[in-house]
C-alpha cells in the first residue's frame, strides 16, 4: 500500500533504502486533481522502474497573480482513491512551506525553449515549473520521470533542465491523452460550462487539421490563418495558434526537413486550454 510522505527528508530515507537494494526509481510530477492522462503517466513509471513515486504539489510560483492557484482544483483524498490500483510506492504531498520555506529566494530559470508562446502570456510560469522540478528531482533522484506530451513546451523545457544541471534523471515523453471526442484532458476542462465543452473539442480538430494541410504541403502562414479564422468564428479567444520546430520552438526555416509540431492555447470564456500536434512528414500524410 502506498505511503503518504510530507517531508523532504523522510522521502530520502525511503530513496536511500531502495538505492542500497540496487531498486530502479520513477517519479511522477503533479498538481494533483488527477485524471486518466496522469493516471497514463503513473503506469507509464510502473512499466519503466521498480519503484513509484507520485508527487502532488499545486505549486504557487507557477501561478502569477490574478491566476487560478485560489480555485485550481484540490482533492488529495479522491486522488489517493484512483492511484489506488497503481499501487506507487509513495505519493509525496508537501506543503507550500516544504518546498518553499521562509528564506526560500532561489529561481530556476531555463532558456531555449522556455522563450515565447506560454511565457508571452505567463512569464513567470516556467521558471515557476523548473524551481519546483528540480527541486522534487533533487529530493527523490529518481531514474526517469514521466511528463505528458499535452504540455509541450513545459516537457521541452524540463528535458532542457535537466540536461543543462546534470541531473541523473531521464525524462519519458507520454502521449496527451484525449476525451473521445478529441479534448485533451486537463484539470482545467472542469472549469467549462456546458456548452463551452460542447464546443472545446474543435480545437484538437482544428489543430489536426492544420498538421495535416502542413504535412501535405500548405504553406504555413495561409493554413495558420485559415485555423485562426474557424477557431475566432467558433468563440475562440486565440493567444496563439502556430507551428514551431518540434525540437526547439523557434519559428520554421525549412518546413520540408525540420520536424514540426503545431500548438495553440486559447480561451472559452474564463477557461484557457492548451494543446498541440505533431505535423506528419509529407510521406505520413500521404498514407
Ligand atoms: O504539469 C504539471 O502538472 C506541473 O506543471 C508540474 C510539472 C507538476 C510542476 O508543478
Not at 514521466?146 to 519519458?172: A, H, M, S, W
Request: aromatic share 6%; hydrophobic share 40%.
Amino acid at each position: 500500500m502506498s505511503q503518504t510522505v510530507r517531508q523532504i527528508a523522510e522521502l530520502r530515507n525511503s530513496v536511500r533504502r531502495w538505492r542500497r537494494k540496487g531498486e530502479s526509481i520513477a517519479m511522477v510530477p503533479t498538481m494533483g486533481a488527477l485524471h486518466a492522462g496522469h493516471l497514463a503517466l503513473v503506469e507509464a513509471a510502473r512499466q519503466s522502474a521498480d519503484r513509484i513515486i507520485v508527487t502532488i504539489f499545486v505549486n504557487p510560483a507557477q501561478f502569477a497573480e490574478g491566476e487560478d492557484l485560489g480555485r485550481y482544483p484540490r482533492a488529495e483524498a479522491g486522488d489517493l482513491e484512483k492511484l489506488r490500483p497503481f499501487d506507487p510506492d509513495i505519493v509525496f504531498a508537501p506543503s507550500a512551506e516544504e518546498i518553499y520555506p521562509q528564506g526560500f529566494d532561489t529561481a530556476i530559470s531555463v532558456g531555449g525553449p522556455s522563450s515565447g508562446l506560454e511565457s508571452d502570456t505567463r512569464p513567470q510560469f516556467f521558471t515557476g515549473v523548473a524551481t519546483v522540478v528540480t527541486k522534487l528531482l533533487l529530493a527523490g533522484l529518481p531514474d526517469l520521470a514521466t511528463f505528458g506530451e499535452k504540455d509541450y513546451q513545459q516537457l521541452l523545457v524540463v528535458k532542457k533542465l535537466v540536461r543543462d544541471l546534470n541531473i541523473p534523471t531521464t525524462i519519458i515523453a507520454c502521449p496527451t491523452i484525449r476525451e473521445p471526442d478529441g479534448l485533451a484532458l486537463s484539470s482545467r476542462n472542469a472549469y467549462l460550462s456546458a456548452d463551452e465543452r460542447a464546443a472545446a473539442p474543435l480545437l484538437f480538430e482544428t489543430l489536426g487539421k492544420l498538421a495535416g494541410q502542413i504535412g501535405g504541403g500548405a504553406a504555413i502562414d495561409d493554413a495558420t490563418a485559415q485555423a485562426t479564422g474557424d477557431l475566432e468564428r467558433a468563440g475562440f479567444d486565440i493567444d496563439y495558434l502556430t507551428v514551431r520546430n518540434a525540437r526547439t520552438l523557434e519559428p520554421v526555416s525549412d518546413p520540408a526537413t525540420e520536424p514540426l509540431r503545431a500548438l495553440v492555447a486559447a480561451r472559452l470564456g474564463s477557461t484557457r486550454l492548451i494543446d498541440n500536434v505533431a505535423v506528419p512528414r509529407n510521406s505520413d500524410a500521404d498514407k
